[in-house]
């Protein structure tokens, strides 16, 4: 079993297959704290001597266990507010009297195979051989408040799921203020602090600074996760790098507002802290209701980021993306490629374009719907626009489908125009406050999803069309942040629950959709990916990461996102040139080697490729169906980032059986005096011999890796290429 209590030690001990968790109980009060985590221990060990409760007490006092003193400095596994632990807690409450003190003692525990699911969350599952999850009851009996910590760790995947639910088995209502869902402690290490802060179209920027005294981290407070910052927070060793050094990763399972904290406190330990963020925030509980966290999922790696990115890819893939083994379709989408200024005839060029191509999916993006040509109007009418598109998708995706071709859709269920019969009909279903003038962003309002008249109406609308419409694929958008955040539905005191119930009601409604239409394949998308968080992952295998497809700028962006999410997570496309985002120009070959690793497609009309260009497009689409597995299921090896060498890129996918290796190499820049580069390769069988493609040059894994493969020098900017390595023997 994965997980055990020491019962004479009181240490519950977590194993992976390379890392291991401590907790244990002080003895007296019953006072739950974390002992450790990172590598493996030896069987039997518990570190038990390393809980201390009689640090020295500052200001000093005859009592060598004052409590003050303990507070403040006492790894509480789960710590709450008010009790004299002024580092940032996990758990605020606030009472019918006022009160806001809160102290948790251990109460029960119970060790089971398997993990129950999280009602109404995303969360990681697993069968009962394949996992083990430890609960661990801990209550303030003075409030009648209890706290049901759990953890689970899997036998295939060095990651640990935290989650806590909070139960009010008191006689008073008591609100909640602050509800994260986990917490880590780190010793005496000097750490950096990873976070992944951006904006549109430049999401996700690998923001890597030393750890100082006092809070650092990512937090949103725009309703989603947000381009701005991303649910995820990384710690490692000062001198960390890819392959070297110890990393710590946490990651939240959650699409909605989120705080990821990283404290050094006043005696040089750290504590992480990561759930939904406490501003904005108030869950009443009335006597003997429960609230439920999200889940949080945690890593530590001894091999580097590359190895927290790994451990991160492996979860998500086998525990978490419910879709992971959906096929991923080479798609053409229309919006670069023709915006809201198409019809009919124009779509089905579009799809002749793609046939002949051998491209097998034609995405018909925003503009199909109501009277919508531009941003202004419609959202919330889900009925085809027939005068653009006459017979409408039945018609269109009948004809596709005669080529070859299937049908995808783009729709934002999340959103109202005010100028839509639905708003004409129901203004109340636009979330705002009384008496205020609601804020309008790109033209829309955010419907109130936290009423379920609200998410049935809109989506019974897309049901309608789903299920006429011969359509394999949809692209759920969302284009605003949050503002005015109100229901009417709720009384006063319990408004603070209504960004948090929000995300409840979209995640009831994606959960209708993959449930309702099994074959359909989900890509979330937000302005791009502004909603690029493990919670969506759940729902959908794939989520467009940036608007920005322009392929220097995305190289650059999905690096950043590879260190938490896998390839196989990530919308691709060839796009427009110049670039619609940043005016760059750069080689279609190239283009496509930049998308090759994700879910790869088209975004242009390629009818106004030149012909070289077009004759290009069967060679990409033969390098995604053979080297896209390689890696969307492969481990991801980060070989070089033009971040920090100013002028190449180089990421690499190895099978799991390492039979096969791919390196997706581009030199961003040239140099004058450019000379041939040794590029190590990583991964490999040491002692297997691989023939590297073209070349036909064969070594042993050892010599790629250490004496590394040799790329020519070429004098050109953005300029792609593929080095295959197949295992002999
Ligand atoms: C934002 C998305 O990121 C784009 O890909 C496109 O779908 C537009 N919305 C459509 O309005």
């Not at 007296?28 to 493996?40: A, D, M, N, S, W």
């Not at 949080?296 to 525990?319: K, N, P, Q, Y």
């Not at 190289?555 to 940043?582: D, R």
Request: aromatic share 10%; net charge negative; proline share 6%.
């Amino acid at each position: 079993m994965a997980i055990t209590y020491f019962e004479r030690e009181r240490v519950f001990r977590l194993d992976t297959p390379h890392t291991t968790y401590l907790l244990g109980l002080v003895d007296q009060e019953g006072f739950l704290g974390q002992i450790y985590y990172g590598p493996r221990l030896p069987e039997g060990e518990t570190l038990r001597a390393l809980l201390r409760l009689e640090e020295r007490p500052v200001p000093p006092s005859a009592d060598p266990r004052e409590r003050a003193s303990f507070y403040d400095s006492f790894p509480f596994a789960y710590p709450a507010h008010g009790g004299g632990d002024f580092r940032t807690p996990c758990l605020s409450v606030q009472t019918a009297g006022g009160g806001c003190n809160c102290e948790l003692f251990y109460e029960s525990h119970c060790i089971s195979a398997g993990k129950p699911p999280l009602e109404g969350l995303p969360a990681a599952y697993g069968g009962k051989d394949g996992c083990a999850t430890l609960e661990i009851t801990c209550a303030d009996p003075a409030l009648g408040l209890r706290v049901h910590l759990r953890y689970t760790v899997f036998s295939d995947s060095d990651a640990i799921c935290q989650s806590a639910l909070v139960e009010n088995g008191g006689e008073e209502p008591i609100v909640l203020t602050a509800a994260l869902s986990a917490c880590l402690h780190l010793d005496d290490m000097d750490f950096d602090c990873i976070t992944l802060p951006g904006s549109w179209a430049r999401e996700r920027e690998i923001v890597r600074r030393r750890l100082v005294k006092g809070r650092t981290g990512a937090e949103s407070l725009r309703g989603i996760s947000s381009h701005q910052a991303n649910p995820f927070l990384a710690l490692c060793e000062h001198t960390a790098t890819q392959e070297r050094g110890r990393a710590y990763g946490m990651a939240f399972v959650y699409s909605g507002n989120f705080l990821a904290q990283a404290e050094l406190d006043q005696y040089g330990k750290v504590r992480s802290v990561m759930g939904i963020h406490p501003e904005g925030f108030g869950w009443q509980l009335l006597p003997g209701e429960r609230f439920q966290t999200p889940e949080a999922v945690l890593v530590c790696s001894d091999e580097g980021l590359g190895g927290m990115s790994r451990a991160f890819h492996d979860l998500f893939r086998t525990h978490l993306i419910r879709g992971q083994a959906k096929r991923r379709p080479a798609l053409l989408n229309s919006w670069e490629a023709c915006y809201f200024d198409f019809d009919h005839d124009k779509l089905l060029e579009l799809g002749r374009q793609a046939a002949a191509s051998g491209i097998e999916l034609l995405v018909v993006d925003d503009g199909w719907f109501g009277h919508r040509n531009d941003e202004t109007t419609s959202l919330g009418d889900w009925t085809v626009n027939e005068e653009k598109l006459p017979g409408g998708l039945v018609r269109l995706g009948e004809e596709l489908g005669a080529m070859g071709v299937s049908l995808g859709l783009w729709v934002e269920p999340e959103m109202i125009s005010p100028d839509s019969d639905l708003y004409r009909a129901h203004p109340d279903y636009a979330m705002a406050i009384p008496g205020r003038v609601p804020t309008l962003a790109r033209n829309q309002y955010v419907l109130d999803l936290t009423r379920k008249e609200v998410r049935d109406c809109v989506y019974e609308q897309i049901a309608a069309v789903l299920r006429e419409a011969p359509i394999t694929y949809v692209k759920w958008d969302m284009n605003r942040p949050l503002i005015d955040v109100y229901s009417p539905s709720l009384p006063p005191e319990r408004q603070g629950e209504v960004y948090h119930r929000y995300v409840l009601g979209l995640y009831e409604m994606q959960e209708r959709l993959v449930t309702d239409f099994p074959e359909i394949l989900l890509e979330n998308c937000c302005s791009g990916g502004g909603r690029f968080d493990a919670g969506m992952l759940y729902y959908s295998p794939q989520i467009w990461t940036s608007d920005n497809a322009e392929a220097m700028d995305r190289l650059a962006i999905q690096e950043a996102t590879a260190l938490v999410y896998p390839y196989s997570a990530m919308g691709a496309h060839v796009a427009c040139c110049p670039s619609h985002t940043n005016g760059r120009v750069t080689p279609f070959l190239t283009r496509g080697g930049a998308a090759l690793p994700g879910c790869f497609g088209y975004e242009l009309d390629l009818g106004e490729l030149t012909e070289e260009e077009r004759s290009q497009i069967p060679l990409q689409l033969a390098e995604y169906r053979m080297f896209g597995p390689v890696f969307r299921e492969g481990d991801y090896y980060r070989l070089a980032s033009f971040r920090d060498n100013g002028y190449y890129d180089a990421l690499m996918a190895v099978t799991k059986d390492r039979s096969l290796a791919v390196v997706d190499y581009t030199q961003v820049r040239s140099r004058a005096n450019l000379r041939s580069l040794r590029l190590p390769l990583r991964g490999l069988e040491e002692t297997a011999r691989y023939r590297c493609q073209g070349s036909g040059e064969v070594r042993t894994g050892a010599g790629w890796m250490l004496g590394g493969a040799l790329l020519e020098a070429v004098q050109a900017d953005f300029y792609n290429q593929l080095v295959v390595l197949e295992r002999i023997d």
